[in-house]
Nanobody, 125 residues
Framework: QVQLVESGGGLVQAGGSLRLSCVAS????????MGWFRQAPGKEREFVAA????????YYADSVKGRFTISRDNAKNTAYLQMNSLKPEDTAVYYC??????????????????WGQGTQVTVSS
């Protein structure tokens, strides 16, 4: 199992940028596709972005496409989420996770029952 720690959240004005990091330990990070998810107050947790184990393929929710970029550095056991042109509706707790199934990361958010602490992102208008 891969243990993950998210960081990089904070308070930013609309239009600003943040970069989230997800540091992995445990099993071989480079074997796992990675995903970012978020949960806003009063809303269900949702998929944000995913990346293949090699980094060659990336996928995004329509709501963040063109503004967010997911990447990874397997040498550093770290995945990133660069968030630009932030909007108040991006306010949420952001989580990362690893899964051998890229499809599950992209479409199976409800199948996950345990989540870490995440990192809070707050975008002010």
């Amino acid at each position: 199992q891969v243990q993950l720690v998210e960081s990089g959240g904070g308070l930013v004005q609309a239009g600003g940028s943040l970069r989230l990091s997800c540091v992995a330990s445990g099993r071989t990070f480079s074997n796992y596709p990675m995903g970012w998810f978020r949960q806003a107050p009063g809303k269900e947790r949702e998929f944000v972005a995913a990346i293949s184990w090699s980094g060659d393929s990336t996928y995004y929710a329509d709501s963040v496409k063109g503004r967010f970029t997911i990447s990874r550095d397997n040498a550093k056991n770290t995945a990133y989420l660069q968030m630009n042109s932030l909007k108040p509706e991006d306010t949420a707790v952001y989580y990362c996770r690893a899964d051998m199934s890229l499809a599950k990361l992209r479409f199976g958010v409800r199948e996950y029952h345990y989540w870490g602490q995440g990192t809070q992102v707050t975008v002010s208008s």
